[in-house]
């Protein structure tokens, strides 16, 4: 009798084993790596936010392959150090077949020779900094635009903004150094005086001594490069200081409703770069898409604030599916390969890539659009 119920007990393990690896064979995981704690958590986390209103969409359209996709988001905790051990977890634990992330240019960066270890594709969904798609890495197709894409996009602007003498102030990592040198050069070749160039440690709060600076240099424009978070903080001490300088942000992770509502009268006059215009959506290239996005994020009654950063996750797991789809398989290899012929509407226009870096390991480059707003009596305004 004993016999009978140990071959029971085994035969019951057995079948829940059974289920459990059915169950997982159902759906096709997709990995997420966001900083969703520290200095980028605000941003992290509407991206986050977005690839889950995506998931239930994609989801409720059918899936892909007859299946449902899972994310697993993980947190980098707006760190080097956290991300790349995110990803290794996603890789090696989780066995996903692709990945999205990682918002920062730093971050990405230090993932991006893991996604090369296991010859895993990543879709980059944020940074901008132009070594991520030059430096040899054929696992990286980024969609959201490098920071030459950026200024190149804005060049036209100096001479209708008048701006004669431009300063410049950014976070001490690849995202801000790198716009600040994109910028600056675009300005320079445009006939524009480069004033001083100054920098600020990611999790720093006081920005006098180097406003101060930037007050004395006598620029008519500052450039400021650096998320959302800082961004509040600089607009009030510039205000406090009496800075009359007209303050433009770059980088499109300057959320202007956010700015709003923490920084108040401080956000007025200031100019923002963004990627998408949620305030008036009929100025992207998809424009029912664009509705139907800010639709589902009011219904889930996210921050307004945080749709010019979710969107990016919406673009990203639609192209990721379209990948998958054309693939035919949930696998690394395949999903590579088919992802260069990927051709999405999404919310930033027309998703396709173009190659980028050297011959033979070049990595994918969207070439999305750039838009130009202002904060004007506490309401974002079109320029």
Known sequence: ????????????????????????????????????????????????????????????AGGVLGKKIQLIVEDNKSNPTEAVATAEKLIVRDKVPVMMGAWSSTL??????????????MLVETSSSGKITTSGNPYIFRISPTSQMEAKAFTPLFKKMNIKKADFLATNNDFGLGASKEFSEAAKADGVQIGIMETMDPKATDFSAQLAKIKASGGDTLFVTTAVEQITLILKQ?????????????????????????????????????FFTPW?????????????????????????????????????????????????????????????????PGINGDIAFIKQGPAGKESAQNVPSVYLVKIDGGKVTRQ
């Not at 159902?26 to 986050?48: E, H, R």
């Open 280 to 344: 008036f959506p009929e100025a992207v290239k998809n424009p029912e898409i664009a509705k139907k996005f800010v639709a589902l994020w009011n219904e889930k009654k996210h921050p307004v604030g945080g749709l010019t950063e979710g969107f990016r996750a919406w673009d990203g797991l639609h192209v990721i599916v379209a990948a998958i789809k054309a693939a035919g398989k949930a696998e690394p290899e395949a999903i590579t390969k088919a992802m260069w012929d990927v051709k999405v």
């Open 238 to 274: 510039a205000k406090d200081q009496q800075l009359t300088t007209r303050i433009i942000t770059t980088g499109g992770s300057n959320s202007p409703d956010q700015l709003i509502a923490q920084a108040g009268e401080a956000a007025n006059g200031s100019y923002h770069l963004v």
């Open 1 to 60: 009798m004993k016999a009978i119920m140990q071959k029971l007990a085994l035969a019951a393990v057995g079948a829940a084993l059974l289920g459990g690896a059915a169950a997982a064979q159902d759906t096709i995981k997709i990995g997420v790596t966001q900083p969703l704690t520290g200095p980028f958590a605000a941003s992290g986390n509407y991206v986050a936010q977005g690839a889950k209103i995506a998931e239930e969409e994609i989801n409720k």
């Open 108 to 121: 990405t960066l230090a993932v991006m020779p893991k996604l090369e270890e296991y010859k895993v594709p």
